[in-house]
């Protein structure tokens, strides 16, 4: 029986499932992520020995950013300009072409925002948005159940934040922007700002009032001008539940009651939440991808 192939590009490593959905969804095949070339020529073999077992209808990819996602670019599936060594330029999607089927592309964040929205934190919304805190911050944005592209994929995570508003005075470790908000809440900003790796915060740390207050900003910002019904906050960062209890409080203040739909009682408990996936969101928005959708 022919079968999807959902391919998750990360930075460190890539994985790959076969399936339909999380019902059928088997063991998914761990790649290290090193050059280009090896990372898809493993990728590839792994294709290739499905395919002759059961055959392939589809592949979908969903790779760390930025990537060219533009169907009409001429550049379309190849990586920016990026700090990871190697993969400036490279062809994603060339050397999937031999295999004859449709082949979908998004980010990682864009895929496991549509994963979300089909089997996780977001069924039944079709306006919603998935972040990522982590070793950086994405945004993946779903308006009327697709994704939301135009020149480029969503870089949310690089929009400016009020510094001033938390009193915060750390410069931002962004080699583009210093403060924007991945700059000052990602891994790599709170491990710098504390001398020690993140995960070794106490939950009680006052470094998460700080990250929290500019999460909240955030959350303000994508709230006033695309009005989704949910956001989802998660990656080894930014899915802590004590986190986003103090994010909905930030919010609260923020918005000052001024959308009623949000004034409500525990209305930003369900409207900031952690997502539901997991590990398994990335390959399941591929397998999305896989299938036509976007």
Excluded at 162 to 182: I, K, N, Y
Aim: negative net charge.
């Amino acid at each position: 029986m022919s079968t999807y192939a959902g391919i998750e590009i990360g930075g460190t490593k890539t994985l790959v499932g076969f399936g339909h959905g999380p019902d059928d969804l088997g063991d998914v095949i761990r790649i290290e992520t090193t050059t280009p070339e090896a990372t898809m020529a493993a990728v590839g073999e792994a294709l290739r020995a499905r395919d002759r077992s059961d055959g392939l209808k589809g592949i979908g990819v969903a790779s760390f950013g930025p990537v060219r996602v533009a169907p009409d670019a001429s550049d379309h599936g190849r990586i920016l300009r990026t700090p990871k060594a190697g993969w400036s330029g490279a062809d994603l999607l060339e050397p999937l072409r031999a295999f004859d089927v449709h082949i979908g592309l998004a980010t990682d964040v864009g895929g496991a925002a549509l994963a979300e929205g089909r089997w996780g934190a977001c069924v039944g919304i079709d306006d919603h948005v998935y972040v990522t805190v982590g070793t950086g911050v994405g945004m993946g944005i779903v308006a009327n159940g697709r994704l939301v592209h135009g020149a480029l994929h969503p870089e949310a995570g690089h929009m400016s934040v009020r510094t001033a508003a938390t009193s915060d005075t750390f410069a931002g470790v962004c080699p583009f922007h210093g403060d924007c908000l991945e700059g000052l809440v990602c891994g790599p900003a709170i491990a710098s700002r504390l001398g020690r790796p993140a995960e070794s915060a106490d939950p009680d740390d006052p470094i998460w009032d700080i990250v929290a207050g500019h999460l909240a900003q955030m959350a303000a910002n994508l709230t006033y001008v695309l009005s989704p019904r949910r956001i989802v906050i998660g990656g080894g960062v930014g899915g802590a539940e004590h986190l986003l209890v103090r994010v909905r409080k930030a919010l609260g203040e923020r918005l000052g009651e001024y959308l009623p739909h949000l004034s409500e009682k525990d209305a930003l408990n369900d409207y900031i939440r952690q997502p539901q996936l997991g590990a398994r969101s990335g390959v399941l928005g591929a397998l999305i991808l896989a299938q036509g959708d976007r």
